[in-house]
């Protein structure tokens, strides 16, 4: 119990410190700032979409957003922070 209750401060403490992956400012709830947060969410919204209608990999979205010139700068960033998470995941489990 005393284990448990320490691990949710020492998480509250983390997240109060933790700071957007993508620019380095404050995160909120969701592990990114404000911004990334609300595109992140844009993000996976959209890939809902995309991927009934086109059978598209996370990954192969992913690239096309960082690709897009329509895709805003916002956008972009988020797209090529993901890609690179999921490129780490690759390398851990091979
Ligand atoms: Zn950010």
């Keep these: 119990m005393l284990q448990s209750r320490l691990s949710v401060e020492r998480r509250k403490e983390a997240e109060k410190n933790l700071k957007c992956p993508i620019c380095s400012r404050k995160v909120g709830e969701q592990g990114y700032c404000r ?7 844009v993000v996976i919204k959209k890939y809902d979409r995309w991927k009934k209608a086109t059978e598209m990999s996370w990954k192969e979205y992913l690239r096309e957003i960082a690709k897009n010139p329509l895709t805003g700068e916002w956008a972009r960033e988020v797209a090529q922070y ?13």
């Design 35 to 41: 911004l990334h947060a609300e595109v992140y969410e």
């Design 82 to 94: 993901l890609i690179e998470v999921e490129g780490q995941k690759n390398v851990k489990n091979s």
